[in-house]
């Protein structure tokens, strides 16, 4: 069965799956539900998730929407912290930090995080491998196209698949290189991060390829824009696509679904996954 280590001796079941509950600690979150400002609302709402399946909670600072700006250190560091130290207190929930700042997962490792989701894939501070691997700790490593503030300006690739593919196999052996081991890295292919609508969509036909790289894939589908491009929805009816594109991504090789509606999520998967479980039983 796959797993991912995690510090302190422990590690997450990734089969059949593994749902992380997003938990924004930011006001301007594209998903304007999943925004807490207040650190105990923040914290229970990741305590909910715990109690509707969530295995990992994922903490943000600041957001990474398209058009978003750039936030200092401090303001993230005084959004985070007290969240994490907060949760701890409450839970032994493996807690991600959504950070690009070594400064801000240095501190979040010292408040009690496990993981290390970083969108710049170790390119804006590659001192976090070191920090990850002292700690050992995971990294998820994602592909990106420009910056949050520019990225969806008309990007564009020759072959949006193919170029993932050598972007994520070289931020993996950039995390090995600084010492993180193998068993210890998740690869994302960045879903909306500088991506057309064709390109998420041939991202996700591909992604058994992607996990021909040889790492376990996290997806982040949760009420993106590209389901409503397809749907026509808005963010907040956005559900139903967010749930077969999970779907979708779960039966092509992803194991870990970043999402805000984790119950949903959960039940989806448990279902689907028994039911292919009773195919490959009686067709052995």
């Not at 949050?148 to 972007?167: H, I, K, S």
């Not at 994302?188 to 991060?193: L, S, W």
């Amino acid at each position: 069965m796959e797993k991912l280590s995690l510090p302190r001796g422990r590690s997450l079941a990734l089969e059949p799956f593994a749902v992380m509950g997003i938990v924004n600690a930011t006001p301007d979150s594209f998903h304007a539900a999943s925004r807490h400002r207040a650190r105990d609302e923040a914290r229970d709402a990741a305590l909910a998730m715990v109690a509707e399946g969530a295995v990992v909670i994922d903490i943000g600072g600041e957001s990474t929407r398209p058009g978003s700006s750039y936030i200092d250190e401090s303001e993230e560091l005084e959004r985070v912290i007290p969240l994490i130290e907060a949760l701890r207190r409450e839970s032994d929930v493996p807690v991600s930090v959504d950070t690009r700042k070594a400064a801000v997962w240095k501190a979040a490792l010292s408040a009690g995080a496990d993981m290390l989701n970083d969108i710049t894939a170790l390119r804006d501070s590659p001192e976090s491998a070191g920090l990850a691997a002292a700690a050992g700790a995971p990294v998820i490593l994602m592909h990106m196209k420009g910056e949050p503030a520019t990225m969806q300006n008309a990007p564009y690739y020759e072959d949006c698949l193919g170029e993932v593919m050598v972007f994520l196999r070289e931020a993996a052996a950039r995390a090995e290189a600084g010492g993180v081991p193998r068993d210890r890295i998740v690869l994302d292919p960045g879903i909306g991060f500088g991506k057309r609508q064709a390109d998420n969509l041939a991202l996700l036909s591909g992604l058994g390829r992607l996990r021909g790289l040889g790492y376990p894939l996290l997806v982040g589908l949760s009420r993106k824009g590209f389901l409503g491009q397809l749907t026509g929805e808005p963010i907040e009816a956005r559900l139903a696509g967010s749930l077969g594109a999970a779907a979708a991504a779960w039966i092509l090789g992803a194991r870990i679904f970043r999402v805000h509606d984790v119950a949903e999520t959960r039940d989806l998967l448990v279902v689907l996954a028994a039911i292919l479980a009773s195919v490959a039983k009686a067709e052995a």
